[in-house]
């Protein structure tokens, strides 16, 4: 099979119910790590075999931060995503040194009790201003076009743009976390629903 190789990770989160092996399809595959129980669930999908389900503050996926969460120019991440409004955040990808030192997060926000697609650049917070429907699967995307972000939300774009150029990375001593983060109890997925099936499918590519 034939991958672009602009494309920097990509799991579709294929596999056999209960399974801990999350398989990163991408030209250069990454090396993913579960944690607790973050399994595969074929109860609940929206297409292929199967989704991502967390259950705790303890199921999460982690990374080798690596250049592919270097983002210098154009970039894309796309999900589909079937969860309940989070109490806080619930991050799709995100980059910590500890439990303070936030580089970035792209998740959904409860913001009055609906959820927004969500960037935050270690500075500022940037917010889709369109809601993505609970308990249904969704289409969500993150578009930086020219310095430019904008949010996508099946298919439509929504109402927020943001001025983000430069560089957007981890630190050298920063964890990726994928789904949750183990030592803030309100940033994790596992509280929208059990099991929240987070992502169908997760890419990444970088222009």
């Known amino acids: 099979m034939l991958f672009r190789s602009s494309v920097s990770l990509l799991l579709h989160m294929d596999g056999t119910n209960g399974s801990a092996t999350i398989t990163d399809n991408s030209p250069s595959p990454a090396t993913i790590t579960s944690n607790g129980n973050a399994t595969i669930t074929t109860a609940n999908k929206r297409f292929g075999t199967g989704s991502l389900?967390?259950?705790?503050?303890a199921d999460?996926?982690?990374?080798?931060?690596?250049?592919?969460?270097?983002?210098?120019?154009?970039?894309?991440?796309?999900?589909?995503v079937n969860c309940a409004v989070p109490s806080a955040f619930a991050a799709f990808i995100e980059a910590r040194s500890g439990a303070t030192a936030q580089m970035f997060a792209f998740g959904l926000r409860n913001v009055s009790g609906t959820m927004q697609l969500e960037f935050y650049d270690g500075v500022n917070t940037n917010r889709?201003?369109?809601?993505?429907?609970?308990?249904t699967w969704s289409h969500v995307a993150f578009v930086r076009t020219s310095g430019t972000l904008s949010f996508y939300i099946n298919g439509s774009k929504a109402a927020n743009t943001f001025s983000i150029p430069g560089t957007i990375a981890p630190s050298s001593s920063s964890t990726v976390y994928l789904g949750a983060l183990p030592f803030r109890s309100e940033e994790h997925t596992s509280e929208l629903q059990s099991?929240?099936?987070?992502?169908?499918?997760?890419?990444?590519?970088k222009k």
């Open 53 to 57: 389900a967390l259950n705790s503050q």
């Open 60 to 80: 999460y996926l982690t990374l080798a931060k690596g250049s592919r969460f270097t983002f210098e120019g154009d970039f894309v991440i796309e999900a589909f």
């Open 128 to 135: 889709s201003g369109t809601a993505v429907a609970a308990n």
């Open 195 to 205: 099991p929240c099936n987070l992502v169908c499918r997760l890419l990444l590519e």
